[in-house]
């Protein structure tokens, strides 16, 4: 069963405006997330990560929301800018991201000029 | 460059031959992690080390698979008897006290 989910396949956003990418999960022991980018070709580079602690974590253009009794968490990244088109994955785990992440299947992220 | 390292990038075969990848990671990480991605899927987890150790295998890792971390350094992961539902990306991360950083990946095609 899938236990990180990303419901939407991919995204346009027009550059300067606000992108919002979200992320389900449904394992209670999960208490450690994580946002990955992808461009092809390459392996994920973190982006930014939050604990089940907080409910928001910020690095510059991007923020990241936890809602843990929805299970449900958002990457903010605003004013969107063309590099960070790409393929966006949510990940998850039991222990500060130091154990085995589990992955969405990703959100491919467009941004228009 | 200090990041994640792997050899080979690009890696075909025919089916039913030995295929071993190597994976060097950040010199200071001392836990190592080994991942398969399909296309449309994110990377799913196979295996993972702390130093020399194989703390955690994922039923994914099938009898053919096999990985090693000799001294705690780099790893190796040999898939045995090739299928060609094997043809996936194999992703190598590493990691300190913190987040998995990620190598390029080696793309695997079975023929």
């Known amino acids: 069963d899938q236990q990180v989910k990303q419901n939407s396949p991919s995204l346009s956003v027009q550059e300067g405006r606000i992108s919002i990418l979200n992320c389900d999960y449904t394992n209670s022991m999960f208490d450690y997330f994580l946002w990955y980018k992808k461009y092809p070709a390459e392996g994920p580079t973190f982006l930014i990560s939050i604990s089940s602690i907080k409910d928001k974590n910020e690095d510059g253009r991007f923020t990241v929301f936890l809602n843990k009794s929805a299970k449900h968490l958002s990457l903010h990244i605003v004013p969107s800018q063309p590099g960070d088109s790409a393929v966006y994955f949510c990940?998850?785990?039991?222990?500060?991201?130091?154990?085995?992440?589990?992955f969405g299947t990703g959100t491919r992220l467009t941004i228009i000029p | 460059d200090t990041g994640v390292s792997q050899d080979p990038r690009h890696k075909i075969t025919k089916r039913g031959q030995n295929v071993t990848f190597r994976c060097d990671p950040i010199s200071e990480h001392n836990r190592l992690y080994w991942y398969r991605q399909t296309l449309g899927q994110g990377p799913e987890f196979l295996t993972y080390f702390q130093n020399e150790a194989q703390l955690e295998k994922s039923r994914l890792l099938s009898d053919r698979f096999s990985a090693e971390r000799p001294k705690g350094s780099f790893s190796t992961l040999e898939i045995q008897r090739t299928e060609q539902g094997d043809s996936a990306m194999y992703l190598c991360?590493?990691?300190?006290?913190?987040?998995?950083?990620f190598g390029p990946g080696t793309r695997l095609t079975v023929t």
């Open positions: 990940a998850a785990s039991a222990g500060f991201g130091n154990e085995k992440l589990t």
């Open positions: 991360a590493s990691s300190g006290d913190g987040e998995q950083y």
